[in-house]
């Protein structure tokens, strides 16, 4: 079966349960970016473990998990803003606990690794979070928004890039990226920012735009950066767990760095 033909089946399957557990409850649109969270965080640890390192996967994975799940306790006011002071005796405990492993002749550079699964994956997963619970109640159409562009302009990036990509983006990290396919998916995610400013009046025109060139922008370093991470450990895709795309870090790359420019944007101008 051709990718192509592998990322439609990928996409009528996935997008549909996404867009539901969205719009469905809070509680449901909660759930299912900590399993994806999760998903995406055990992969990279599962990835360091290939290249010799031995980050505490389960545990590192558990308070990534945990830092979710005060995200939406406390941002949906169930539990009180302190309550995310949990996070550094749970983050602490990471010394602790590899203090025990006899094992590891590299303990601080493991306690490093997982410490950068967390930061790297939960912490941009719990950021979603908070921006669908901003201000005044849940607010869906600020992630379908932002899933809506950041899926533009992946998509608009891979035809024109596979149509017209001719000038390298960045050789020496990503050799199949081009000028021309980050072009398309610029066109692409702007085409969307449009129909966001007509018809989604959560954000003001100028806001969805920025929102827009944000995403556009840190997408495609978030895609760069996974890229390297794979090259320096001599791996194509990160998995197979989504057929046509790889695995979960592959199809999730660019949020992890276009979230917490976004939530920022939108703390301080929206």
């Known amino acids: ?18 867009l539901l ?10 759930l299912l970016f ?20 031995q980050p505490l996967t389960a545990y590192g994975t558990a308070v990534g998990c945990l830092i979710c799940v005060l995200a939406y306790f406390i941002e949906t006011e169930r ?10 005796p749970a983050s602490s405990m990471i010394f602790l606990i590899k203090l025990y492993k006899k094992k590891d002749m590299k303990p601080f550079t493991n306690i490093g690794f ?32 932002f899933l809506l562009l950041m899926w533009a302009s992946d998509v608009g990036a891979y035809f024109a890039g596979t149509k017209f990509g001719r000038r390298k983006l960045f050789e020496r990290v990503s050799p199949k990226k081009s000028w021309e396919g980050s072009l398309g998916g610029a066109i692409a995610s702007g085409l969307v920012a449009c129909l966001l400013a007509r018809y989604d009046p959560i954000l003001e025109p100028w806001q969805w735009y920025c929102v827009g060139a944000i995403i556009v922008v840190t997408g495609t370093y978030g ?19 989504i057929p ?9 790359d660019g949020l992890l760095l276009a979230a917490p420019f976004i939530v920022t944007f939108l703390k301080l101008f929206a």
């Open 223 to 241: 895609d760069l950066v996974e890229s390297l991470f794979k090259r320096s450990i001599a791996i194509k895709d990160s998995g197979t767990s």
């Open 79 to 88: 539990i009180d803003f302190d309550n995310y002071f949990l996070i550094c």
């Open 34 to 53: 900590v399993i994806i969270s999760a998903l995406t965080q055990l992969e990279f640890y599962r990835l360091l473990g290939l290249d010799g390192n």
């Open 244 to 252: 046509g795309h790889g695995g979960f870090l592959d199809r999730f």
């Open 1 to 18: 079966m051709s990718n192509l033909r592998q990322r439609i089946i990928a996409a009528v399957l996935g997008v549909p349960i996404i």
């Open 114 to 145: 997982t410490f950068l699964g967390i930061i790297y994956v939960a912490v941009p997963f719990a950021l979603l979070i908070v921006m669908a619970l901003r201000g005044d109640g849940y607010h869906p159409m600020l992630v379908v928004g």
């Open 21 to 30: 557990a969205i719009w469905y409850r809070d509680w449901s649109f909660a």
